[in-house]
């Protein structure tokens, strides 16, 4: 399984980016995706995830303006990232979550460095 991250820069802060992830070597449809922060000197933490059935969830922080997506046939989830702060700087991983025979199994992405310039 390769996850590859992509969509990462550098932004003003009240801008924008799309990060996009696209998995390759096993069924993408059937997982759930995840993507997480890690800012400067601080630990992963997640920011928002999506299921097969496309029910999603956010970090509190996140609400709003933060948008996770998925295209099963593009096999590829997405973050639309809009109004960002320079807290948002850090980088963003994506995280692929499978279950096989009541096991879960997590598959993580190289991360995109995203920097929101004040």
């Known amino acids: 399984v390769q996850l590859q991250a992509s969509g990462g820069g550098l932004v003003q802060a009240g801008g924008s980016l799309r990060l996009s992830c696209t998995a390759s070597?096993?069924?993408?449809?059937?997982?759930?995706m995840g993507w997480y922060h890690q800012g400067p000197g601080k630990e992963r933490e997640l920011v928002a995830s999506i299921t097969s059935d496309g029910t999603t969830d956010y970090a509190d922080s996140m609400k709003g303006r933060f948008t996770i997506s998925r295209d099963n046939a593009k096999n590829t989830a997405y973050l639309q990232m809009n109004s960002l702060k320079p807290e948002n700087t850090g980088v963003y991983y994506c995280?692929?979550?499978?279950?096989?025979?009541?096991?879960?199994?997590?598959?993580w992405g190289q991360g995109t460095q995203v920097t929101v310039s004040s």
């Open positions: 070597g096993t069924i993408f449809s059937d997982s759930t």
């Open positions: 995280k692929m979550r499978k279950k096989v025979g009541g096991l879960k199994y997590d598959y």
